[in-house]
C-alpha cells in the first residue's frame, strides 16, 4: 500500500523529471531562436517534440493519477496554502486538463494548427481572410469540442481561459473590462484632441544597435537582474525564457531608427525574468515554485516597462545617461520631451506597436470576437466585418485590410483562444500590485529618480516572486491589496499620468 | 514471435531515439560551453546526467540485448558490408561494452572521477604530484577492473584502447609507434641543430580578434564548410559538436598575440565538423551514419589544419589575404617567411602547443606509460620519474616540474586510459590517406594553391565521410590505401617538408 506521503513524494519527483525535459526544451528552443543555422531546423523540431512527447507521457501516465488519489486522500488539504495542498492543486488541475481531452483531439488540434498556421502566414501577407477561414472553422470546431472535454460551471470560454488564467471567470473578465473600456475610449478621444502632442521624431533619429545594447543591459542590471544568472541576445521575436535555477535569459531586436523597440522591449523582457528569476529556488520543479499564470506573468513585465520603465521619475534618473550615450542625436531634446515622446498615445493598427491606454481596447475586442465565436453567436466568415466595426468603436479609427485587422496575431492559429485576455488583465493586475507598493512605499518614485530599485524589487519579491502558486491570481491580488481585481487602479494611474501629459 | 527483420527495426527506432537524447545532450553542452552564465551550472548538470542516464537506461535494457540476438540470428551478416550487418556489428559492441561492466562499477568511476578532477585541477596548479597520487591510483585499480569486466584477448589495455578505437589493437599500435619513433628523434635533432630558423616572432605581433574571426571563417567555408549548416563561437576549451542533421558547430579563441592559436584551432575543428557534415544523413542516428572513431575523426581535424592548412600550396592561396587582413602586423613580412613560421618544430613541454613532429612523440610517451601502469609493471608513484626520463630520451629536454609534465592533461583524472594514442593515429591516418589523395590527384596541390579545395573534400567524402561505420579504422585504411596502416607516409611527408624547410 502506497501511503499518501509516498505518494506525494513519487509526485514531487516526477514533477522534478518535468521540470528538467521543459528546461532541456526551453535551452533547445532558446538556441533555435537565438543560434541555430537554417539547415537545423528539422531535427531540432524533432528534438523538441521528442521532449514534450516525453513530459506529456509522463504527466499523463495512469500511475499519477492514482497517485494523484493516494495523495488527496491524506491530510495535505488541511491547510490549504501548505506547499503541499498547493503542489496537489495545480498537478490535479493540469492532470486533468491534460487527460480530460482524448488523444485523437489532442492529435487532430495539433495537427490543424500546424497547417493553419502555413495558411494564416499566407493569409497575412495576402490581407485575405479566406485563405485561413477554412483552417479557422475547423479550429474553432475543435477547441469546441476540446472546452466540452474539459468542462465548465458557467460557459465553455471558462474552460479554455483557464488553460492561462487557472481559476478565472469569463463573466469577471467581462465585468472588469466593460467598465476599463468605458473609462478608456473617451480619454483616448481627449488625448487625440488634445493641443498638446509629443515631439515623436525624436525617437527615430540614429541609434547605433550597440549602444542601445548597452544601455538596455545596464537597465535591466540597475532593476536588479542578475547578469550572473541572466543573458541578453538577439531575436527575430523578444522572449523571456527560463533554464531552471540560476540561468534566466532575455532577447530583443533593434532598430536602429526606432528607439522603443528594444529598450521598453527589454525592460518588459526583464520584467518577466525578474519573476522568474525571484522564484523560490527551493521549490524549484513543483507549482509552489512556480509562476501564478500568463497574466500574473504579464503584470510583472509591464509593471517594469510601464510602471517603472516609461515613468518620469524613471527617465529624471535614466535620460541623462541615455543622452551621454547618444549625444549628437539627443543633444537638443530635454528630458521632458523624451519622457512625452516615450508616452505618446495614438490609436493605431497593430496591438504590439500600441501605447498604454489603446493596447487595453486591442485586447477587449478580441476577446469579445472569441466568445462570440465560441458561444456559436459570431461565425467566422463574419469575423472581418465584426472586427473593423469593433476596432472603430473602440479605437476610433478605420481598418484599411485584414492583414493591419483579424489577421494580425498568431493566436488563433495555434488555437489559442482565451490567450488575449491575459495581456490586458496583466495591465490590471499590474497597476493594482503598484499602487499598494506606492502606497506601502510612499517615497517610491524618489527611490526610482534616484535609481534605486531595489525596494521595488524587494517589496514584489515578498508579495508575489516568493509565493509561486501559492494563491490563484485572483486570490492573490485580493491577498496582496485587499482588494478584488478591479479597474480602478489602471484608469486612476492612466488619467493621473496622461491627464498631465496631455494637459486633459 | 519477433522476427528477425522486426528486431532490427525496433533496434532502429531504440537507436534513433539515442541519437535524439545525445544530440540534445549536445546543445545543452555546447551553450555550457559557450553561453552559460556561471549561475546555471549546477541544475545544467542535472539535465546533462538526466539525457546521459536516459540514453543509458534505454540502451543497456534487456529488450535491446534480445533484439540483437534475435536480429544476430538472421541472415543479416550473409554481407557483412551491408548497412544492417555494419549496424548489428556496432550496436553489440557498445551494447557488451556497457552492459559487461556492473553498475555499480560504473558508478563507482564515475564518482571517483569527479573527485580526481578536482584534485588534479588542484595538483597540476601547484606543480605537486602527490596531490593528485591517490586519487589516480584509485582509478588505475578501477580502471583495470572494468578491462577484466569487458574482456581481452592479448592484454588488458586492449579492452581500454577499444573504447577509443574500435578493433586496434595494442600490439599493432606498438609495433607502427616505435618505428615511428625511430625516425622521428633523429629528425626533431638535426632540426634543432639547423642553422636555418624561422622568424617566429612575426606570429606574436597584435593580430586583433575580431578579424581573425573573418579570416579563420573564410578559411573554413572556402574548405567547404557550410555554414548554413553550422556556427563559429568562442570558448574556453575549442571543440567541435554535431547537433544532429544540418547544425554542426565549431568554436575557438583567440588570442591577440599569437595568430597560431585560433587560425589552426579553427581548421582543426573545421576538419573534424567536414566529416560530421558530410556523413551520409540517410544514416544519420545509425553507426553507419556515424564516424569510425576518434583516431579516424582526428585524421580528419589533423588533415585540413595541417596536411593543408600547414602547406606551402594553401599559403600561396591565403598569404594574400591573410596580409590584407593584416597591413600593418604583416607588412614586412614575405609569404615564404610566413609559411616556415607557422610551421616552426621546437621541442616544448605542452603538447596542445607542439608541432607537427614533436607532437607524436608527447603521444608515445603516455601510451608507454600508460600500458606500464594497466600491465602493473610501473606504480602510479612512479610516473613523474618514468615520464621525465621518456622526455628527455624522445624530445630532448628536461622537464622542470609536474605541472609541465605528467600533470598537463585531463584525460586520466577523468579514468581516460587508452584516448592518448588516437591523437598520434590521427596524424598516421591522415597522412596514409593524404598521400593517396595525393596519388589519386596529381594537381592536388595546384588546387589548393587556386584555393579549390573541392576535389579533396569530394575525394574524403566519397572514400572516409560517407562510409560512416562501414569499416573499422584499421580496414578503412586498408580499404582506401590499398596497404596496412604504416608509419611510412607520415615520415614521408615529415622527412620532405621539414627536411625542405630546415636545410638538412
Chains 1, 2 share one sequence.
Not at 469577471?172 to 521624431?201: C, G, H, T, W, Y
Amino acid at each position: 500500500m502506497t501511503t499518501p506521503q509516498q505518494a506525494y513524494d513519487e509526485l514531487l519527483q516526477v514533477s522534478r523529471e518535468l521540470a528538467l525535459l521543459n528546461t532541456i526544451n526551453a535551452v533547445i528552443g532558446w538556441d533555435q531562436e537565438v543560434n541555430m543555422p537554417p539547415k537545423g531546423a528539422p531535427w531540432r523540431a524533432e528534438q523538441s517534440a521528442y521532449l514534450s512527447g516525453a513530459a506529456h507521457r509522463k504527466f499523463t501516465d495512469p500511475r499519477v493519477g492514482e497517485l494523484l488519489a493516494t495523495a488527496e486522500a491524506g491530510d495535505f488539504g488541511s491547510d490549504p496554502l501548505s506547499d503541499e495542498a498547493v503542489n496537489l492543486r495545480e498537478w490535479r488541475h493540469d492532470y486533468d486538463r491534460q487527460t480530460k481531452v482524448p488523444t485523437e483531439l489532442v492529435e487532430e488540434l495539433t495537427r490543424t494548427a500546424v497547417i493553419a498556421q502555413g495558411h494564416w502566414a499566407e493569409a497575412r501577407k495576402k490581407a485575405e481572410f479566406s485563405l485561413f477561414a477554412p483552417d479557422l472553422k475547423k479550429l474553432v470546431d475543435l477547441v469546441r469540442q476540446q472546452a466540452e472535454c474539459i468542462g465548465y460551471e458557467e460557459t465553455p470560454y471558462d474552460a479554455l481561459l483557464d488553460a492561462y488564467e487557472p481559476g478565472e471567470k469569463t463573466a469577471n473578465v467581462q465585468r472588469i473590462f466593460a467598465a476599463l473600456r468605458d473609462e478608456l475610449v473617451p480619454l483616448v478621444q481627449a488625448i487625440a484632441e488634445s493641443d498638446k502632442q509629443p515631439r515623436v521624431e525624436i525617437l527615430h533619429r540614429e541609434y547605433p544597435a550597440d549602444r542601445q545594447r548597452i544601455l538596455g543591459e545596464a537597465a535591466s542590471a540597475a532593476f536588479g537582474l542578475d547578469y550572473t544568472a541572466s543573458r541578453l541576445d538577439v531575436s527575430t521575436h523578444p522572449f523571456s525564457t527560463n533554464f531552471g535555477p540560476g540561468d534566466q535569459r532575455i532577447t530583443t531586436r533593434y532598430n536602429t531608427r526606432f528607439f522603443n523597440e528594444a529598450f521598453f522591449g527589454t525592460l518588459h523582457e526583464t520584467g518577466h525574468a525578474l519573476y522568474e528569476q525571484n522564484l523560490p529556488p527551493e521549490h524549484f520543479g513543483t507549482p509552489r515554485g512556480d509562476a501564478v499564470s500568463l497574466g500574473i506573468h504579464e503584470s510583472q513585465s509591464r509593471t517594469w516597462e510601464n510602471f517603472v520603465g516609461r515613468s518620469r521619475a524613471f527617465w529624471r534618473f535614466y535620460y541623462p545617461r541615455t543622452q551621454q550615450m547618444f549625444p549628437a542625436t539627443l543633444g537638443d531634446v530635454n528630458v521632458e520631451e523624451f519622457y512625452f515622446a516615450v508616452n505618446e498615445v495614438k490609436p493605431s493598427f497593430i496591438r504590439v506597436e500600441a501605447d498604454e491606454i489603446t493596447y487595453n481596447l486591442h485586447i477587449m475586442l478580441r476577446f469579445e470576437i472569441e466568445q462570440a465565436i465560441i458561444a456559436g453567436d459570431l461565425q467566422v466568415d463574419d469575423i472581418p466585418g465584426a472586427w473593423n466595426k469593433l476596432f472603430e468603436d473602440y479605437v476610433g479609427i478605420q481598418v484599411p485590410d485584414d492583414g493591419q485587422g483579424c489577421l494580425q496575431d498568431i493566436h488563433w492559429a495555434f488555437g489559442g483562444f482565451g490567450y488575449f485576455s491575459t495581456y490586458a488583465l496583466g495591465n490590471l493586475y499590474g497597476a493594482q500590485f503598484f499602487a499598494k507598493a506606492r502606497e506601502d512605499m510612499p517615497d517610491l518614485d524618489d527611490r526610482i529618480a534616484a535609481g534605486d530599485f531595489k525596494p521595488l524589487l524587494d517589496w514584489l519579491r515578498a508579495n508575489i516572486y516568493s509565493q509561486g502558486k501559492r494563491y490563484r491570481s485572483g486570490d492573490l491580488v485580493q491577498h496582496v491589496t485587499g482588494k478584488p481585481l478591479s479597474h480602478e487602479p489602471l484608469v486612476a494611474y492612466l488619467r493621473a499620468k496622461f491627464g498631465e501629459l496631455y494637459d486633459l
